[in-house]
T-cell receptor
Framework: DGGITQSPKYLFRKEGQNVTLSCEQN?????MYWYRQDPGQGLRLIYY???????QKGDIAEGYSVSREKKESFPLTVTSAQKNPTAFYLC??????????????FGDGTRLSIL | RKEVEQDPGPFNVPEGATVAFNCTYS??????FFWYRQDCRKEPKLLMS???SGNEDGRFTAQLNRASQYISLLIRDSKLSDSATYLC????????????FGKGTKLSVIP
């Protein structure tokens, strides 16, 4: 079945440590996104990528980094510069070849906590 | 002004009730509109797209009023399984693939 796979489901970060969240999709979607969700809050965009080898900062990119070396993969690194990393991280993708009303499809998320 | 605004609820309704959620958006250039459903500690899942002419999917009806920049979702004959948070989602402008999410309205359907 086509879909978006995020791993790990749960992740713990020690102070000063960088951690990387994986996101893989087999939907042949060009565009991929990373969001952060805090309890009782909406989704906030961290980074997005519309094509391979290109990505842009979202609303809250500080303390995060991404790469897009392959169409299928869009890993997110939470660096030690991100002082409040505890959140639910969601990866999404969409087919850019269709407009309007093109929704985004989500992976099942990674919960990151500080040790 | 918040870009996508929703009543946070919670809405507590008995089984079988009809419930309506409203949403307003600030970007008049937005072209794509959606309702997503998010269960507790899960990812958002697309419930339905919202079209200018209004659209219905079983017990769910979505309406769009572009002049008022207002979107609604009506759920008829509520089921226990409808309990979730409903997110109003709007694209970020003409031709944009970026989406802006409301904070969601929580629905609890009570037996």
């Amino acid at each position: 079945d086509g879909g978006i796979t995020q791993s790990p489901k749960y992740l713990f970060r020690k102070e000063g440590q960088n951690v990387t969240l994986s996101c893989e999709q087999n939907l042949n979607h060009d565009a991929m996104y990373w969001y952060r969700q805090d309890p009782g809050q909406g989704l906030r965009l961290i980074y997005y990528s519309q094509i391979v080898n290109d990505f842009q900062k979202g609303d809250i990119a500080e303390g995060y980094s991404v790469s897009r070396e392959k169409k299928e993969s869009f890993p997110l690194t939470v660096t030690s510069a991100q002082k409040n990393p505890t959140a639910f991280y969601l990866c999404a993708s969409t087919n850019r070849r269709v407009l309007p009303n093109q929704p985004q499809h989500f992976g099942d998320g990674t919960r990151l906590s500080i040790l | 002004r918040k870009e996508v605004e929703q009543d946070p609820g919670p809405f507590n309704v008995p089984e079988g009730a009809t419930v309506a959620f409203n949403c307003t958006y600030s970007n008049s250039a937005s072209q794509s509109f959606f309702w997503y459903r998010q269960d507790c500690r899960k990812e958002p899942k697309l419930l339905m797209s919202v079209y200018s002419s209004g659209n219905e999917d079983g017990r769910f009806t979505a309406q769009l009023n572009r002049a008022s920049q207002y979107i609604s979702l009506l759920i008829r004959d509520s089921k226990l399984s409808d309990s979730a948070t409903y997110l109003c989602v709007v694209n970020s402008g003409a031709g944009s693939y970026q989406l802006t999410f409301g904070k969601g309205t929580k629905l609890s359907v009570i037996p």
